[in-house]
């Protein structure tokens, strides 16, 4: 931070991963996972410690298109941590964490180098260290090198080197392109070291990297896996295609080398779309393993080809095979993902899968017969209810990790959010808490009237809240509830009351939600939220098949027991799991609001919670009215209020709802008084002030006021740059101060307390950029009223700031616990909540 009097700390990053399966991967030195987000890398802590909670705690900015390819440096020999990721922007960057003496600092990757961009998309990534990992010390092994292989969409397939020195002057070096033939679209790769020379081959060490011969499978859109082999200098690298996979009967999806404890033997495992898992063994020799001594192989009844694959490598030109080993038959849906892993103290191997039939299987060779079987199954079964509706689906797992001692597996679904279990007890595989958020455009966030918990929507079309769980060593904020599942993206939320908020969609209307007893009950027992009128409220809330409204439910338990049980989410030790997030934690719908010809474009509340105030998109002035409902019977009020010609982008009512502002498209503001007296029944209560045309160059995105102790003032923020600060002025409102920014400003909030600092007493503006950047301004409040001199107060560090435009910023209403947050969404995606520290 820049500014050593207040600092700035976040306390909670909410985001969802991309569904890309080689986007995600787990680092075994930091003990880190890694996944990519829209366009940034999240980083994610899985265990709470005293000095650092769990959860997501950085994004790393650099990509300027979706992250589709994320790869540790899998290096046991030393604690640095290296990250390569690779996306739509079709460049591949390298990351390296900076260690810090503070264990309280949040963890920082610096970017050390990035390669020229391929032709298309990168899909995949693999890196292995050149030369031997136990004969080198750590700086040979930086010396020696890494060696990288990216794969692209344009079906091409590069080999880099990449030097890192401790000094600096990292380079990354192209070193090939290789091509598949017949041309095909590549989904996985896998490298893995062949052989090497050791002392009994009379090399000398320091040419010992000349002799490394490599192993390069690669497979996508096509029914067969490709294998080049070769070596490298530190120049350039001789590739070549050396053998052809047949076999599965789809697409091939994910590959993955492990070498075996006893042997210099390498196992393929290889996932497809076909549903099957087949298994590959690269032998080094003229005879073949025993194993593979005769030529056919029955499975299940069927015949199938044992084939010797045979090829020569190495300057010495040695003898290799690649056979098959075995067909693992489990998966019920596409197999998206295959990872081994070796214990390193018994050279146990096991193979971890992911399909798209909810399932994680784990899968051990018998140590009597060497067949394989699985013996463990996490997830779901695929054809459990609700497996293919909107709010039941999990749609598959889409990838599975290790932690470095195995004891943890982790995977995510089609919303984006994680799933992990830990195996406790021997053999028994428990689930774990994990992470998630939205996987598109967050519009809106917004606090309950007292703080208690914070609501956002998102294009993703749902609508979540997160609020402190109390048994966390830090109370760290978690995901308790998804209210609304949607079939339209979601603009706009309002919290209106403790137990109910309305939300506006791309569907011209909105919706009220209330809280269901179940999430009441639950949120007090987590995290102490106490909610008086809770024995009226409905039990549990479902969403009918292809329905957009999701319905009150209060079945009672014997008249439908086992669905009681799935839906009931209190008493539980963690906050619910992802699985229970998207069947059993929705609000049932109250009430439906209509008036609007075009898509909600936001949506106001006032502070007692009695009326709302709502816009549309429009271009024309009959469309750009506000619409006005009263919260009791949710009538609306009339007549709609005319002001704007181009759609209202947000309205914001005074502390004490004496005025309300609205801002918009047109580059106006508008300014409405509360009529108090000769008011008709379900008449708007609030009629035009002051209409400012032209009041800034370009559109408004956001208007506030100040807290009533610092004035009758109001702050509005535009793309042209400019935040502008508006006071009463007798009658009228008037500019009295501007306030100029590199970038356009997309959101603004504005604390509704004064702030007591030794200087004296300020009010607190947060401003949020385009970019994504944001910053808090301060505002010295006269002793004769009023307010004079906005300057920046702190600079939030770019390391934890969106890495997209900002689209709401909202800060926390003061509480009994006196918390100094801010909660801000953006269209990277995230949510993300701020502790200011004074």
Known sequence: MTDTRGRIHPCF??????????????????????????????????????????????????HTDNVSAVRFLDNTQDSESILLSGGVDKVLRVWRLVKSSDASEVPRYELLAQSLPHDGSI????????????????SERIRNGIIVASASADGSIKIWRLEISKEGGEVLTHLQTLTTKPKYFPLSIALAKLSSANKGDGVDAREKE???????????????????????????????????????????RSLSFVREANSDDLLLATGSQDRYIRLWRVHRGSALPAQSAGSKMMVMGQALSNKAHRFSAGSSKQDYSITFEALLVGHEDWVYSVSFRKDEA??????????????????EADETSGIWVCTARMGEASGMKGSSTATGSTGGFWTGLWSSDGNNVVSFGKNGGWRRWNNSREGEWVQKGAVAGHIRDVMGVSWE???????????DQSTRLYARWKSSKHRSFYEFSRPQIHGYDINSIVSISPTKFVSGADEKLMRVFGEPRGIAKMLEEMCGIQQADMESLPDVASQPVLGLSNKAVNTAPEENGEEE??????????????????????????????????????????????????ACKASSVSHAVIRMFETKTWRQLKPALEAHSLTVNRIAFSRDDVY?????????????????????????????????PKAQTRVIFDGKWVPLEAGRAFVTAARDKTVKVWELQGKEWGCIETVKFEEPITAIDILDWVVDLEEGRFAVLAVGLESGAWSVYKAKVKESGG??????????????????TITQIAWKPAGEDGSFEVAISSEDSSVRIYDIQT
């Open 13 to 62: 990053i909410s985001i969802g991963a991309n569904r890309i399966p080689a986007a995600s991967d787990w680092d075994i030195n930091s003990g880190l996972i890694a996944y990519g987000a829209g366009n940034v890398i999240a980083l994610w802590r899985i265990d709470e410690t005293e000095a650092s909670p769990s959860g997501v705690f950085a994004t790393l900015k650099g």
């Open 123 to 138: 899909v995949d990534i693999a890196v292995e260290r050149v030369g031997s990992k136990h004969n080198n010390t750590a």
């Open 210 to 252: 000349e002799t490394d011969v490599w192993i390069l499978a690669v497979s996508g859109s096509s029914n067969s896996i490709q294998i080049f082999v070769g070596s490298t200098t530190e120049s350039e690298s001789d590739f070549t295609p050396s053998a052809t996979l047949t076999g599965h009967e789809n697409w091939i």
């Open 346 to 363: 018994d050279g146990k191997i096991k193979l971890l899968s992911a399909s798209a039939d909810n399932s994680l299987s784990i899968w």
């Open 449 to 459: 009237k007292e703080g208690k918990y914070l609501l956002s929507t998102s294009l």
């Open 565 to 614: 049980k799935e839906q009931n989410v209190e008493g539980q030790e963690y906050p619910p799991f992802e699985d229970s997030l998207s069947r059993h934690t929705l609000w049932p719908e109250e009430e439906k609001l209509y008036g609007h010809g075009y898509e909600i474009s936001t949506i106001g509340c006032s502070n007692t919670g009695d009326v709302i105030a709502t």
């Open 660 to 692: 309300m502002l609205s801002v918009g498209r047109d580059r106006q503001w508008t300014v409405f008084e509360r009529v108090t007296e000769g008011l008709e029944e379900f008449s708007a209560p609030y009629k035009a002030m002051q209409v400012m």
């Open 787 to 804: 307010i004079e001199g906005w300057e920046q107060w702190i600079q939030v560090d770019g390391y934890v700031a969106p890495a997209k």
